[in-house]
């Protein structure tokens, strides 16, 4: 979806209803600097004021996300584009938070590792030194409990024995053993417990 087409299509159906930004804010309950943002390209409308958006502006959701009007002979073509840029974009977002995730890991790990060595060649055998060991490994648990929300919120879970793809709650994925970003997980669709590989699409 390209954001500045976008913005420009909201600016021309705003004016076209002869409504300044502020305006549009006032019917739509958020700041006129929002606006300004969509109108810039610099952010897109949240899906929950769309539909709201689109009444007003007297346009549908697609013609919104596709930065101009159509007419029916080409809707379904361009229907089938959007689905096809919304899905890349997705696909585009999962792989940089899965990236992210793991940096923070290795970040961490690496971090882990440093620590212990400096706690245990630099600090003097005895209370201070368990009380250091024992902080590190805490502040290294706090990135890993972040890299695991990061994880779960992209992809799902693929299920060794039907291969039904699961999407866990956090505490589904955090109570579940694993080994890397594979985790023992009950299907609900099988209702058997299996070792599930973690895949980007849904």
């Given at each position: 979806?390209?954001?500045?087409?976008?913005?420009?299509?909201?600016?021309?159906?705003?004016?076209?209803?002869?409504?300044?930004?502020?305006?549009?804010?006032?019917?739509?309950?958020?700041?006129?600097?929002?606006?300004?943002?969509?109108?810039?390209?610099?952010?897109?409308?949240?899906?929950s004021i769309m539909l709201e958006l689109c009444d007003i502006l007297?346009?549908?959701?697609?013609?919104?996300?596709?930065?101009?009007?159509?007419?029916?002979?080409?809707?379904?073509?361009?229907?089938?584009?959007?689905?096809?840029?919304?899905?890349?974009?997705?696909?585009?977002?999962?792989?940089?938070?899965?990236?992210?995730?793991?940096?923070?890991?290795?970040?961490?790990?690496?971090?882990?590792?440093?620590?212990?060595?400096?706690?245990?060649?630099?600090?003097?055998?005895?209370?201070?030194?368990?009380?250091?060991?024992?902080?590190?490994?805490?502040?290294?648990?706090?990135?890993?409990?972040?890299?695991?929300?990061?994880?779960?919120?992209?992809?799902?879970?693929?299920?060794?024995?039907?291969?039904?793809?699961?999407?866990?709650?956090?505490?589904?994925?955090?109570?579940?053993?694993?080994?890397?970003?594979?985790?023992?997980?009950?299907?609900?669709?099988?209702?058997?417990?299996?070792?599930?590989?973690?895949?980007?699409?849904?």
């Open positions: 979806m390209n954001q500045t087409k976008i913005g420009k299509f909201i600016a021309d159906c705003r004016k076209h209803k002869s409504l300044t930004q502020m305006q549009l804010a006032e019917k739509l309950g958020i700041t006129d600097r929002a606006i300004s943002k969509w109108e810039r390209g610099r952010a897109m409308p949240d899906p007297c346009i549908n959701v697609n013609e919104l996300l596709s930065g101009e009007k159509i007419n029916m002979e080409n809707n379904n073509e361009k229907n089938e584009q959007l689905l096809l840029e919304m899905a890349k974009e997705l696909e585009k977002k999962n792989k940089t938070i899965w990236s992210a995730m793991w940096v923070i890991m290795i970040a961490s790990i690496i971090g882990l590792l440093g620590g212990l060595v400096v706690a245990a060649y630099l600090i003097p055998k005895g209370v201070w030194q368990l009380v250091t060991i024992l902080g590190i490994c805490i502040v290294f648990l706090i990135p890993c409990f972040y890299a695991l929300k990061l994880e779960v919120s992209v992809g799902a879970y693929k299920c060794k024995n039907c291969g039904y793809e699961i999407v866990p709650t956090y505490m589904q994925a955090l109570n579940a053993p694993h080994r890397g970003t594979t985790r023992y997980l009950k299907c609900p669709k099988c209702n058997k417990r299996t070792w599930c590989k973690k895949v980007l699409k849904k």
